[in-house]
C-alpha cells in the first residue's frame, strides 16, 4: 500500500450522524483540543478510507490479503505479540487486547482475517442506526466498537497478554512523561509484571 502518500483526511459523515453521536457519546474533553466526538467520527471515516484503499490495491494486484491489522501508532508495546498460538486465525473472530475495553471493546488494537476485518474498517455505517442512541448511551468509542461487532454478529476474542503503553498527547500533557509507564518507557525502564 502506497504508505507515504499524503491524503487530506475527508469529513465523511451527516450532519444527523454528528447529532447522534453528540446525543450519546461520552468522551473526556479535559487536554483535547477540540470536540473529541467528532474526532471519533473522523476515525471511523479514516478507517473506511484505509479499507477503501486495501480493495483498491486487492483489485490492482488481483489478489487478497491474508489479514488485516489495525494499530495505532502511538502505542509502546510491553511484551512481544505471539500470533503462532493463535493460528489458524478463527473466521468471523476479531482479535483485540483485553485490557482498555470500557465496557466495549478495545479499538487501539484488532487484527484478523479479510473478510472480517473489512466489516470492521467499515463500522461508520451504523452510525445512524436508529437504536444507537438508546444502546450506546453515557458510552465511548469502545462501546460503539462492541456493539458494532455484536451488530454485525463478529466473535471478539480479548488476548490477556497484550499490554501497552499510550504515548499519546494528552498522556504527555498531563505529566505522564515523567512518571507511569510513559516515564518508565522513556528511561528504558522495562515493566516488572504486567497485569490486566
Not at 141 to 158: C, P, Q
Request: proline share 4%; with cysteine.
Amino acid at each position: 500500500l502506497p504508505m507515504h502518500q499524503v491524503e487530506t483526511q475527508s469529513r465523511c459523515w451527516s450532519g444527523a450522524a454528528q447529532n447522534f453521536t453528540i446525543g450519546w457519546m461520552h468522551c473526556d474533553f479535559r487536554m483535547r483540543a477540540g470536540d473529541c466526538r467528532l474526532s471519533f467520527l473522523q476515525a471511523l471515516c479514516d478507517l473506511n478510507r484505509c479499507e477503501e484503499m486495501i480493495a483498491a490495491h486487492e483489485r490492482k494486484v488481483q489478489r487478497k490479503f491474508d489479514v488485516i491489522v489495525r494499530l495505532r501508532a502511538d502505542l509502546f508495546w510491553e511484551a512481544r505479540v505471539a500470533m503462532r498460538p493463535l493460528l489458524p486465525l478463527k473466521p468471523n473472530t476479531v482479535y483485540v487486547p483485553a485490557m482498555d475495553s470500557q465496557d466495549g471493546v478495545n479499538d487501539h488494537l484488532a487484527f484478523g482475517l479479510r473478510e472480517v476485518m473489512g466489516r470492521y474498517m467499515t463500522r461508520i455505517r451504523h452510525i445512524e442506526r436508529s437504536d444507537v442512541v438508546a444502546k450506546l448511551k453515557g458510552l465511548g468509542s469502545e462501546g460503539y466498537l462492541g456493539r458494532a461487532l455484536l451488530w454485525d454478529t463478529i466473535n471478539v476474542h480479548k488476548l490477556q497478554g497484550w499490554m501497552y503503553c499510550p504515548h499519546t498527547p494528552r498522556n504527555l500533557l498531563r505529566g505522564s512523561a515523567s512518571e507511569g509507564c510513559v516515564g518508565r518507557v522513556r528511561c528504558r525502564v522495562s515493566c516488572v509484571s504486567l497485569y490486566c
